[in-house]
């Protein structure tokens, strides 16, 4: 009887782990896509008041790093989720 309340238990706590994860990488996908957003809006209106092509060329650059660094984000909230998933299957 223990036993299939051990494994009941275990299956609810996976169950539980599983979900707090999906949730974690809809979380991110939801960051990312809104950083990323705001990114570009901020490129736009900055390759428009670009006077030069020096002025434009760093504008590209900032966007290439702002979405850099909004993958970064998203893949630091991802990459807690999965470890904390996969600790739960060490134990």
């Known amino acids: 009887m223990e036993t299939q309340e051990a494994g009941a238990q275990n299956a609810q706590t996976h169950e539980e782990a599983r979900k707090l994860r999906d949730e974690a990488w809809d979380r991110a996908t ?27 060329k760093r504008a590209d650059e ?7 660094e909004a993958k970064k984000l998203r893949d630091a909230i991802t990459n807690v989720a ?10």
């Open 30 to 56: 939801k960051v990312y896509k809104e950083a990323k957003g705001q990114a570009d809006i901020v490129y736009d209106d900055a390759k428009k008041a670009a006077v030069d092509k020096e002025a434009r």
């Open 82 to 91: 999965e470890a904390v998933f996969s600790d739960f299957w060490r134990k």
């Open 62 to 68: 900032a966007h290439k790093e702002a979405i850099e």
